[in-house]
């Protein structure tokens, strides 16, 4: 019996109550187990930088890969399908089988909160980055969910926005990463997102059926985003198949009301077996069918749930640490590099300044769903002495806005003894009903008390820890969280308040980014004082969402010009400062958008005033998108390094020193001001994206502004030219990404500096006599080449024949005539031009 005939005779078995019951999650995180038809429970997890399985707090580590923009940053497939196997082999240690990433939105503007997640600006990027991340993440057993289908390329009013995107901006840019992904990697999963598009919500969109089923033959499983299905038959009768989360009792529209809808004949039962089949589907192939039948007996077996001493460490056959380590530096983009400041010289070198808000704390990824939390972090500080420079560390000034999360040295166990905080669990009746030793001061509980071994009914909370002062002075402490809260220090109640969102926040902000409850608590050096914090669960609006707190804790620290004059004065007596500015994981988020592209605080200043004092000023923009950089002339040196995971600190100092390359190219232009960018403010509930086909340097050429730094650009340690190009050339080294028919392109570069090294040989088509509308130019094809000091190398790209056709009048047209190609190392540098003519 073949695969197919095996799924439909178990579906046969199932009854009506039965079938539905598939059709909403069983809890936050899992699919309905059907024992009746050998069907297991099957794991979701985000996300994007990481598997973070089914608990959302310190307890299940999970390896930090850099974050998306840093994986597209490398334009290397290879890599980022072995980062998708590293998250697949993640994945199974952790008892999770389908991952709810990639996110394939684009960077329409920098402003979108999201940015740092998705991969670029450019649909061939993203599509070619996004195939490799799918097929390293399913060809190891683990199902891909690429999302959010679609137009979700911005945060404000997610839930409900409108977004107008004409037909053709439709298929040329906002689905084509979907379309390449589905049709050449064979994608198990895709996320409806919140989002309207073109007036109707995505979750009852016809494009699912229309365009995902009809046109790309997709016969994988549709789910919604996390509370994204709005109504019982609409939904069903599109092409959604999953409502997530569950279940059907507490959330979504379809469970009870869905099977009567069945049972009256207002939504056809055939509607229902082709959603189940699509999930027994994407079971059978992640292995969460008992005995699957071929194609769907996968060959890496798995075993479901992975009780937590059976998880082994041995399935993992990377070298998590040096991929990660490796990774992160290859997608360094090094922006600016005047006089060769970098790499620097190890031999001889004096002390290193390492100044800035994101030096001592290492900032590796961005907020939201994305959130994992790393066995461990290597900070820029750590990094570099880790590499055994001299450093004399100054922070500068303070670049977070919220006060963050109570940690080590400061924030001990109970009884003083290690690091972390207790936990204990009150029943309604008051009876201490559970505790736990936790290790950090986040708290969240998304899928009840039960699975973090507590009991489900939990009425009250009680965390308890010390605070030691470590300097004498004010510190700030304090709780962030939703409902009531009683604070004590030492026994001493110092507040007991109920805190609340503004009502129009989205979910993610609230869960990101709570209101928090502040007191000063004056202490000496040394000194040691008890807290508590008591919570009524029920008292949090969000409580049928979890449960979530944190303890927030500042220590004192010296005004901003007190910093930036001690950091000024380190420059100073420093043969190199490098200076670490960037955002936050509660900058750049899910669930609202950025206003500002701006460093906060006064990070420009600081930048400026170090650069003053040491001309030999390297900047290390630790951002996961876009931010301004008013002072980049003013600078030595710039090293892009996005949210670098969790062994940024290590990469950092291997490229800083040479022992690495920084082999980044901008997936994304940089802006010089925020002007121009599109909005991401809906008018009356529609986003209408006005810009059409020109978002990114799409718009730049159109426009005739000037970027920062271009689309695609980013100097290695060695030097290029390019050299010649030849159309229709005899392959080499000639991959078919998509298997379509193509021009074959040869490009012909020589290393010409002292260094051995990796370019991006990135080729553009431009069609400058057309009778249609189009971008002065547009992505058509890239490869990485490696070569020796003095080495002349020849790189075969294969452009697939779609890029040369253009959406019109419900099909994909090809313009006979002819094409320019043009090939260099960004946008802004395409030296050699050769033509083509296409019939
Ligand atoms: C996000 C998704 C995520 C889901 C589950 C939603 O708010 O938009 O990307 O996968 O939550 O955490």
């Not at 973070?52 to 850099?66: K, L, Q």
């Not at 990433?101 to 990027?125: I, K, M, Q, W, Y």
């Not at 002390?351 to 939201?368: F, M, Y």
């Amino acid at each position: 019996m073949t695969g197919e005939a095996d799924l439909r005779r178990r579906m046969a078995r199932l009854s009506a109550e039965q079938k539905v019951r598939l059709l909403t999650g069983a809890d936050f995180w899992a699919l309905h187990p059907e024992p009746d038809v050998g069907l297991r429970r099957v794991v979701l997890s985000d996300g994007p930088a990481g598997v973070r399985g089914e608990t959302w707090d310190e307890r299940d580590t999970s390896a930090n890969v850099p974050s998306p923009t840093a994986l597209a940053a490398t334009w290397d497939c290879e890599r980022v399908e072995a980062i998708g196997r590293l998250l697949a082999h993640e994945a199974r240690r952790k008892g999770v089988n389908v991952l709810l990433a990639p996110t394939v939105n684009l960077h329409r503007t920098p402003f979108g909160g999201r940015h740092f997640e998705c991969f670029s600006e450019d649909p061939l990027l993203t599509a070619r980055i996004g195939v490799a991340y799918v097929r390293g993440l399913q060809n190891s057993g683990v199902g891909a969910t690429v999302k959010h289908f679609v137009g979700n390329d911005a945060e404000t009013e997610r839930m409900t926005v409108d977004v107008r995107i004409d037909e053709r901006t439709l298929r040329e840019l906002y689905l084509a990463p979907f379309e390449a992904i589905v049709r050449e990697a064979g994608a198990w999963s895709v996320m409806a997102s919140y989002n309207r598009v073109n007036g109707v919500t995505m979750t009852e969109s016809p494009l699912l059926r229309d365009i995902l089923h009809d046109e790309w033959g997709y016969d994988g499983l549709v789910m919604s985003d996390w509370t994204a299905a709005r109504s019982t038959e609409p939904a069903a009768r599109a092409a959604l198949d999953l409502v997530m989360p569950g279940p059907a009792s507490r959330f979504g529209p379809w469970g009870d009301a869905l099977l009567e809808a069945v049972q009256a004949g207002r939504v056809d039962e055939a509607l229902i077996d082709d959603k189940v089949l699509r999930i027994l589907r994407l079971a059978a192939r992640v292995g969460g069918l008992a005995e699957a039948q071929a194609p769907y007996e996968h060959p890496v077996p798995h075993e479901h749930p992975v009780p937590h001493e059976r998880r082994s460490a041995s399935l993992v056959p990377v070298d998590i640490p040096a991929e990660l380590r490796a990774t992160a530096a290859a997608s360094f983009v090094l922006a600016r590099n005047e006089r060769s400041l970098l790499p620097l010289s190890r031999s001889g070198l004096g002390r290193i300044a390492v100044i800035g808000p994101n030096a001592e704390v290492a900032r590796t990824l961005g907020g939201g769903s994305a959130t994992v939390f790393p066995p461990y972090t290597v900070s820029p500080l750590e990094g570099l002495r880790d590499a055994g420079l001299d450093v004399a560390f100054a922070p500068g000034t303070l670049g977070h806005l919220r006060i963050s999360a109570a940690r080590a040295p400061w924030l001990l166990r109970p009884d003083g003894w290690g690091s972390g905080a207790e936990v204990r669990f009150f029943s309604p009746s008051g009876e201490l009903a559970g505790s736990e030793q936790r290790d950090g001061a986040v708290f969240r509980w998304m899928n009840g008390f039960g699975s973090a071994g507590a009991p489900e009914e939990v009425a009250r909370l009680e965390i308890s820890c010390a605070i030691k002062a470590t300097v004498a002075g004010v510190y700030q402490l304090g709780v962030s969280g939703l409902g009531q809260f009683r604070l004590l220090v030492d026994g001493a109640e110092a507040f007991d308040d109920t805190l609340s969102m503004r009502a129009d926040a989205d979910i993610a902000e609230t869960l990101m980014a709570p209101p928090q409850r502040l007191v000063p608590v004056d202490l000496t050096a040394g000194q040691m004082v008890t807290v508590r914090v008591e919570h009524d669960v029920h008292s949090s609006p969000m409580a049928a969402f979890g449960t979530f707190l944190q303890l927030d804790l500042e220590v004192p620290h010296g005004t901003d010009d007190e910093e930036i004059a001690a950091a000024v004065e380190a420059a100073a007596g420093s043969e190199v400062a490098v200076v670490v500015v960037g955002t936050t994981a509660e900058v750049e988020s899910e669930g609202f958008d950025r206003t500002s592209l701006a460093l906060p605080g006064r990070q420009d200043e600081l930048v400026r005033r170090v650069a003053a004092a040491n001309p030999r000023t390297v900047v290390v923009v630790n951002s996961g998108a876009p931010v301004l950089l008013p002072w980049a002339d003013d600078v030595a040196a710039v090293l892009l390094t996005w949210f670098g995971g969790q062994e940024f600190g290590h990469a950092l100092a291997d490229v800083l020193l040479g022992d690495a390359e920084p082999g980044g190219r901008l997936p994304t232009t940089w802006p010089v001001s925020q002007e121009g960018l599109p909005s991401t403010r809906p008018a009356d509930g529609v986003l209408s994206y006005t810009e059409g086909l020109f978002i990114g340097y799409r718009g730049y050429d159109r426009d005739g502004r000037e970027p920062l730094f271009p689309f695609g650009h980013g100097h290695g340690y060695t030097t290029w030219s390019y050299d010649g190009i030849t159309v229709d050339c005899a392959p080499v080294n000639l991959a078919d990404p998509s298997g379509a028919p193509g021009v074959a392109v040869c490009v012909e570069v020589r290393n010409t500096g002292r260094w051995p090294g990796r370019e991006v040989v990135q080729l553009y088509a431009s069609r400058p006599d057309s009778a249609v509308e189009r971008p002065a130019k547009w992505l058509a094809g890239f490869a990485a080449v490696g070569a020796d000091p003095g080495e002349t190398v020849t790189v075969g790209i294969l452009i697939p024949e779609r890029v040369f056709r253009h959406w019109s009048g419900g099909g994909w047209i090809l313009e006979a005539g002819t094409f320019t190609l043009s090939a260099g190392s960004s946008s802004a540098s395409l030296p050699l031009t050769a033509s083509v003519t296409l019939k």
